[in-house]
């Protein structure tokens, strides 16, 4: 249980649960292949069975950090600072996207989009998910839309989140890591046919990079 005061702080943005942050290579989507730091920020009630980060799931066991700290350190080292999670919008993000920008970094966010946007961000990844489905500002805001391909029936949820996207949203298929051998090769041929989609990989893992 955290104290009044801290939960207060956690409450308005100030302090958030940091799971971990690490200076790397963006591994997917849009902005692959180019420097970034991450903030991973702990918490997530989304429920994916294959979620690669399962330990960021219960925010409990992450320190609450004040945004200050974060914002500091993260300058120090990269131009573009990506916030992931765990799901980061079930925190308040305005202070920590305030204090980036002013700071006058390139602020990026991964997320299911489950919960309201917040904050102010320079490039929004949004990856919906059938069991918590995206809010509508978030459709509304993102500026890519990369859905993960576990299985065949994948890609008509994938359609049906593209339906839903804003129009000028770029759109992606990535294979779920553990089902990558038997989904790669039908997202090749699904581009091919519907070129409207692109191809992303999660390159940091054949990097061997976080
Ligand atoms: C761990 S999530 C954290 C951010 C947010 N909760 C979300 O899901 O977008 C970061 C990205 O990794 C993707 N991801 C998670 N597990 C994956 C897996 N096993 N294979 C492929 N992509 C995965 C998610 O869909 C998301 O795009
Ligand atoms: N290198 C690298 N790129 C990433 N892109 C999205 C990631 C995430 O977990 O949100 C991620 C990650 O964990 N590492
Ligand atoms: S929403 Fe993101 S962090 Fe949460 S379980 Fe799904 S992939 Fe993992
Ligand atoms: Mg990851």
Not at 2 to 31: C, D, R, W
Not at 44 to 73: F, Q, R, Y
Request: proline letters at 5%; one cysteine or more; hydrophobic letters at 40%.
């Amino acid at each position: 249980m955290l104290s009044k005061e801290i939960q207060l702080e956690v409450n308005k943005g100030a302090m958030l649960p940091l799971m971990e942050e690490f200076y790397t290579i963006q591994g997917e989507g849009y902005h692959t292949g180019t420097a970034a730091y991450f903030i991973r920020i702990g918490g997530c009630d989304v429920g994916c069975h294959w979620c690669d980060v399962k330990e960021s799931w219960n925010a409990e066991l992450h320190p609450p950090t004040a945004v200050d700290m974060i914002v500091a350190n993260a300058s120090k080292y990269s131009e573009t600072v990506v916030v992931t999670g765990g799901e980061p919008l079930m925190w308040d993000m305005s202070l920590l996207t305030r204090k980036l920008k002013e700071n006058n970094r390139k602020v990026h966010i991964e997320t299911s989009g489950a919960y309201p946007l917040s904050g102010t961000w320079d490039w929004i990844c949004l990856s919906p998910k059938k069991n918590k489905l995206p809010t509508e500002t978030v459709y509304a805001n993102a500026h890519e839309l990369k859905v993960i391909i576990h299985n065949k029936h994948d890609f008509i949820f994938a359609e049906e989140q593209a339906e839903l996207v804003n129009k000028d949203a770029i759109l992606f298929l990535q294979p779920e890591w553990s089902k990558k051998e038997e989904m790669t090769p039908l997202i090749v041929d699904y581009v091919m046919n519907s070129p409207k989609w692109r191809v992303s990989l999660q390159t940091h893992k054949f990097l061997n990079i976080p």
